[in-house]
């Protein structure tokens, strides 16, 4: 495969890790480039199948073998882990959960369903967005996309890797600009950030933070956690300072479950889940009333996934924040949404509570991606078939 024809495959895998891992593979074999893009995420729908099998060459019977090679051997990965770790980790994950579920009822017994107000905290409306890659090619990202989220709401956005997620949460809070459609968040009109003054601009992410996938690479190496997170205090409270900036740092830390002793460790003594925890609290420093979650805990072990989750359920009970989960993972939606939509190449296909599209889905993708969940294709057959 050469280069052109990587940046090609990169394209028909959409926005997002699988793009990247294909554009980094030319001058690799074409089954190796399958290899490499589907190890960690091999749900492909048809249509990309026959994309890639005609781009690399092969035929479709040889890519969906590949495919299922690679998923058997993910499955048989993950089962192995789970009997390896050690028990105090095993019962670690199942207290964090056990109370993540208590938390999730209480939640939804104090709130649910949450009545729809005039005016809700964010409204998208008909966003549209398109790349142009080169050579004449247009990629259609997001395709009339509409939905909303309610003051202390937790919505789920789920697809497969270049569905769209990632790019809709990237125009929320103003790293794309989207070519159509409107984007109003606590009744301000974010859909061009680059048309609002700097004071709108300062309302705005005051309003809304997103917190990225991969804790790794969104913390500066050279600077302390406290360096960091004084700095976002003085982006909400310019003239704060002293001890009272010291303090305000110790809150934070606390606040997401660390000591505040951590304001003086720089990011390459942290773990995964403390830099995710780290960045979490970066995010609260300036009090905002929405958070877009994009993949916050899929860089994590999945021990640490519970911990992670439950921390988002009980920052969400104390201060009523509103969330925005971007996820391709069905088992982490389920544990902490209201609502859910689902984004099938750009478009969304199915909206609903959460349990319920969860449990009766409408929309063969939606059942698609909930059978790909090990123990589930059976139940989700079972109850597809009695809805018709």
Not at 39 to 53: C, H, Q, W
Not at 153 to 174: A, F, H, N, Q
């Amino acid at each position: 495969m050469d280069e052109a024809q990587a940046r090609q495959l990169a394209v028909v895998l959409g926005a997002g890790g699988a793009a990247a891992r294909a554009a980094s593979c030319a001058g690799v074999d074409g089954l190796e480039i399958l290899l490499a893009t589907w190890e960690r995420d091999p749900g492909l729908e048809p249509g990309t199948v026959e994309a890639v099998a005609a781009l690399v060459g092969v035929g479709r019977a040889a890519v969906e073998a590949h495919v299922r090679a690679a998923e058997a051997r993910l499955h048989r990965e993950r089962t192995r882990w789970a009997f390896e770790v050690h028990d105090g980790i095993i019962q670690a994950v199942t207290g964090a959960l056990l109370e993540l579920r208590a938390l999730r009822e209480r939640s939804l017994a104090a709130g649910a369903p949450r009545p729809a107000t005039a005016r809700p905290l964010l409204r998208v409306e008909g966003v549209a967005k398109t790349f142009e890659p080169g050579r004449g090619r247009k990629v259609e990202a997001l395709k009339g996309v509409s939905l909303t989220i309610e003051e202390g709401e937790s919505v789920g956005l789920v697809g497969e890797s270049g569905s769209g997620k990632t790019t809709l949460g990237r125009c929320l809070v103003g790293l794309e600009t989207p070519d159509a459609g409107v984007i109003e968040i606590a009744g301000m009109d974010a859909s061009n950030y680059a048309r609002l003054s700097r004071e709108e601009r300062r309302r705005l992410r005051r309003t809304v933070q997103m917190i990225f996938q991969d804790p790794y690479s969104t913390l500066n190496p050279k600077r302390t956690v406290g360096w960091t997170l004084a700095e976002a205090v003085r982006a909400a409270e310019p003239g704060v300072g002293g001890a009272d900036l010291r303090r305000a740092v110790g809150e934070l830390l606390e606040r997401v479950g660390l000591p505040p002793a951590y304001a003086d460790r720089r990011p390459a003594r942290l773990s995964g889940g403390e830099r995710q925890r780290v960045a979490i609290a970066r995010a609260l420093a300036v009090r905002p009333r929405l958070l877009v979650c994009d993949e916050p805990v899929s860089a994590l072990d999945v021990s640490v996934q519970a911990q992670i989750l439950n921390l988002f359920r009980e920052l969400q009970d104390g201060s009523g924040i509103a969330y925005l989960f971007i996820t391709h993972d069905l088992a982490v939606v389920r544990q902490v949404v209201d609502r859910l939509y689902v984004l099938y190449r750009g478009e969304i296909v199915e909206e609903g509570p959460a349990d319920e599209v969860l449990s009766r889905p409408e929309h063969p993708y939606t059942v698609r991606l909930i059978g790909s969940i090990p123990g589930q294709g059976a139940a989700v057959a079972g109850a597809a078939g009695g809805g018709t």
